[in-house]
């Protein structure tokens, strides 16, 4: 196993604690961001944040699996 891939193995936790994070960021910023009509009836919002929490919670899903997987994979051939 060449050093770059075992590095990325060994930290892919870290990584996606912070996807995680990332993504609750993402929501918590989208909650807390006002929404409001503007005289002309125009909605705004910040509606982009939702998608890209989304998908960063499921990166981090991905994530731990892969580390889990990796972990197990690990530790039964030893």
Known sequence: MNTTKNWVM??????????L????FCLIAKALSPEYLDAQ???HENFFLLPIS?????????????????????????
């Open 21 to 24: 994070l990332c993504g609750i």
């Open 54 to 78: 989304f998908a960063l919670l499921l990166a981090a899903v991905l994530l731990f699996l892969g580390a889990g997987i990796h972990f197990l994979k690990n530790k039964s051939s030893r």
């Open 41 to 43: 009836g125009y909605l």
């Open 10 to 19: 060994h930290h892919l936790p870290y990584i996606g604690t912070a996807v």
